[in-house]
C-alpha cells in the first residue's frame, strides 16, 4: 500500500512536466507566428519604401539573385514601373560592353574582400541608347561572413560626363595646336636666322612681269602651283608672292628643301616622328605638314625627293592625309602646295626617276621663273638694292655704283643669276675703299654667251611665244589665253607660230 502514493506522485510530476512542455511549445509557436508576422510586415513596408524612393534604389537577394528595383530606377532607364525583369543578369546585360567586366569586377571584389563599391558606368535605356550612371553599393554579411544581399543607389550624371568628354576633346585639340604652334615658333625661330635676298621681286622686265602677272592670277585660290626655272632665280620669292597673296597670308610660310636633307631624314621631316620611331628619335616631333596645316608648304628642289617618298607625298596631295613615322594613326591636314625645281621633271619621268602621277599632280599651274640673262634690264635695279643692302650691313658706305661697272654687269650673262650677282656684289662692297663700287670680278662672256646674245629677232620671237604658250597649257584663244597675253589677235598669233614652225608638242 506505501508504493501507491508513490506512483501517485511520479504520475503527478510527469503530468506537470509533460504540461510545461506543451506549454512552453505553444508559447514558442506563438512568437515565431509573431516574428514572421513582423518579419512580412517588415518587409511589405520596405518594398513600399523601395519602390516609393526618389533616387534610383535597388537590392540584390544573393541567394536567389532576385533584385528589387525602385520606381524611380526603372523611371531612369525609361521603364515602366515592375516592367524591368528582377535579376542580377539582365541588370549585366544592360551594362555598356566596355563597362561590364570592370563594373562586375568591382562588385566581386567588395563581395570577396569588402572593398567600398563606387563606380560609373553606362546602362542601356529602353530606347537603345547609353546613359552614364553613378552607382554605390553596400552588401550585408551573415554571422558566417558570407555576403547574404547588397543594396545600392544610381544617380544619372550623363550630362556632366558628356561634358567632360567634351572638355577632354577640347583639350586634346589645344594639346594639338599647342604642338603645332611650338613647331610653327621653333621652325619660324630658324628661318629668322637665315637672310632671304630681299623681301620683294626687284625689276621691271616683261618677263618679270608676266611672272607677277601669273602669280595675281593664282595667288588666291589653293591650287598646287610649280615654279621652274634655274637655280638661283628667285623661285622662294616668287614662292613667298605667292603665299603673301593668299587667304593663307595670316600664317607662316612653311618650307624644306629636298636637296639639303639625307634621305633618311626628309621623311621624318615631311611627316614627323612618334618617339622611339627609329634610333635616335627621342621625342615626338610633328613634320612640316603638321606646322603648314592651314597654311602654305613650299617644297623646293622636289625633283631631288627619293623615288621610295613620292607615294606618300602623293597620297598627302591627294587626300590631305598621312601617318607619321612609328605610328599608325592617320591625321588630316588642310595644306596648300607649292613646289619648285631646277629639273625637267617631264624628262625625269620619262628616266624613270620621278612619279608620272606626282608629276601630273604638281603641275597644275606651272610658273616659269626667266634667268637673270633674259631680263637683263632688272640688274641695274638689282644692283642698286644689294649694294644698298650689302654696304648697310658691312658698315661701308658706298653711294654711286660708276657707269662702267654697271655696263659690265649689265653685258655678263649670269649663269649663276641672281644668287651669283649678289655674290659678285658683296664681294666688290667688300674691296671697295671709298664710296664708289669697285668690281673685283673679271665678268667676261664665253664664246657660248656671245652666241646666244647674237640671236636673229626671229629666234627671240620664236622662244618668247613658246614659253607664253607653254605658261597658258597652249591655249591661243580664250580669256588668259596666249594671244590675249601677247597682245595679239588669235589669228595672228597662229599665222606667227605658222611662220616661226611652232607646233604643239
Same mark, same amino acid.
Given at each position: 500500500m506505501s508504493s501507491l502514493p508513490t506512483i501517485i506522485i511520479v504520475l503527478a510530476f510527469y503530468c506537470v512536466i509533460v504540461t510545461l512542455f506543451i506549454l512552453g511549445l505553444a508559447i514558442q509557436r506563438a512568437k515565431n507566428r509573431r516574428a514572421k508576422e513582423e518579419f512580412n510586415k517588415s518587409e511589405v513596408r520596405y518594398l513600399i519604401a523601395l519602390e516609393g524612393a526618389t533616387e534610383g534604389l535597388w537590392d540584390w537577394e544573393i541567394s536567389s539573385d532576385r533584385v528589387i528595383f525602385s520606381n524611380r530606377f526603372s523611371e531612369s532607364l525609361g521603364y515602366s514601373p515592375g516592367e524591368m525583369s528582377g535579376t542580377m543578369g539582365s541588370f549585366r546585360k544592360r551594362l555598356h560592353p566596355e563597362d561590364a567586366e570592370k563594373t562586375w569586377a568591382a562588385i566581386q571584389r567588395h563581395l570577396q574582400e569588402r572593398v567600398p563599391f563606387n563606380i560609373e558606368c553606362r546602362l542601356r535605356i529602353k530606347a537603345g541608347e547609353y546613359l552614364w550612371f553613378l552607382t554605390r553599393a553596400q552588401a550585408i554579411w551573415d554571422a558566417e561572413g558570407k555576403a547574404a544581399s547588397m543594396s545600392g543607389w544610381i544617380q544619372n550624371i550623363n550630362a556632366r560626363k558628356q561634358a567632360e568628354l567634351s572638355l577632354v576633346t577640347a583639350l586634346s585639340e589645344i594639346?594639338?595646336?599647342?604642338?603645332?604652334?611650338?613647331s610653327?615658333?621653333?621652325?619660324?625661330?630658324?628661318?629668322?636666322?637665315?637672310?632671304?635676298?630681299?623681301?620683294?621681286i626687284i625689276g621691271q622686265s616683261d618677263e618679270l612681269k608676266y611672272?607677277?602677272?601669273?602669280?595675281?592670277?593664282?595667288?588666291?585660290?589653293?591650287?598646287?602651283v610649280l615654279l621652274l626655272g634655274e637655280t638661283g632665280t628667285g623661285k622662294e620669292l616668287v614662292a613667298r608672292a605667292i603665299h603673301s597673296l593668299s587667304l593663307r597670308k595670316d600664317r607662316a610660310l612653311v618650307k624644306i628643301n629636298c636637296a639639303t636633307l639625307p634621305s633618311n631624314l626628309i621623311e621624318s621631316e615631311l611627316f614627323g616622328h612618334e618617339k622611339g620611331a627609329y634610333t635616335g628619335a627621342h621625342s615626338r616631333q610633328l613634320g612640316r605638314f603638321e606646322?603648314?596645316?592651314?597654311?602654305?608648304?613650299?617644297?623646293?628642289?622636289?625633283? =631631288?625627293?627619293? $623615288? &621610295?617618298?613620292?607615294?606618300?607625298?602623293?597620297?598627302?596631295?591627294?587626300?590631305?592625309?598621312?601617318?607619321? +613615322?612609328?605610328?599608325?594613326?592617320?591625321?588630316?591636314v588642310d595644306v596648300r602646295i607649292i613646289a619648285a625645281t631646277n629639273r625637267n621633271l617631264e624628262e625625269e619621268v620619262k628616266k624613270g626617276r620621278f612619279r608620272e602621277d606626282l608629276w601630273f599632280r604638281l603641275n597644275v599651274f606651272p610658273i616659269t621663273v626667266p634667268p637673270l640673262r633674259d631680263r637683263l634690264s632688272d640688274v641695274p635695279f638689282l644692283a642698286d638694292f644689294y649694294v644698298n643692302k650689302i654696304s648697310k650691313r658691312l658698315g661701308k658706305p658706298i653711294l654711286s655704283i660708276p657707269t662702267s661697272i654697271m655696263d659690265e654687269l649689265r653685258n655678263y650673262n649670269w649663269?649663276?643669276?641672281?644668287?651669283?650677282? =649678289?655674290?659678285? $656684289? &658683296?664681294?666688290?662692297?667688300?674691296?671697295?675703299?671709298g664710296s664708289k663700287l669697285h668690281?673685283?670680278?673679271? +665678268?667676261?662672256?664665253?664664246?657660248?654667251?656671245l652666241t646666244t646674245?647674237?640671236?636673229?629677232?626671229?629666234?627671240?620671237?620664236?622662244?618668247?611665244?613658246?614659253?607664253?604658250?607653254?605658261?597658258?597649257?597652249?591655249?591661243?584663244?580664250?580669256?588668259?589665253g596666249a594671244a590675249e597675253i601677247l597682245g595679239l589677235n588669235r589669228s595672228t598669233l597662229r599665222a606667227r607660230m605658222q611662220k616661226l614652225g611652232i607646233h604643239r608638242p
Open positions: 594639346r594639338v595646336l599647342k604642338d603645332q604652334l611650338e610653327e615658333r621653333i621652325y619660324l625661330q630658324e628661318e629668322i636666322k637665315s637672310e632671304y635676298n630681299h623681301e620683294n611672272v607677277l602677272y601669273k602669280v595675281e592670277q593664282i595667288a588666291r585660290t589653293d591650287s598646287t606646322v603648314a596645316n592651314g597654311a602654305t608648304l613650299f617644297l623646293d628642289e622636289i625633283g =631631288e625627293l627619293p $623615288l &621610295e617618298l613620292q607615294p606618300k607625298l602623293l597620297g598627302v596631295i591627294q587626300d590631305g592625309e598621312f601617318a607619321r +613615322l612609328g605610328s599608325t594613326k592617320t591625321i588630316k649663269p649663276g643669276n641672281v644668287r651669283e650677282l =649678289e655674290n659678285v $656684289l &658683296e664681294r666688290a662692297v667688300i674691296n671697295s675703299s668690281l673685283v670680278d673679271e +665678268l667676261k662672256r664665253s664664246n657660248k654667251d646674245t647674237q640671236r636673229t629677232l626671229d629666234d627671240v620671237e620664236r622662244e618668247y611665244i613658246i614659253r607664253v604658250l607653254e605658261q597658258t597649257n597652249w591655249n591661243v584663244s580664250g580669256r588668259n
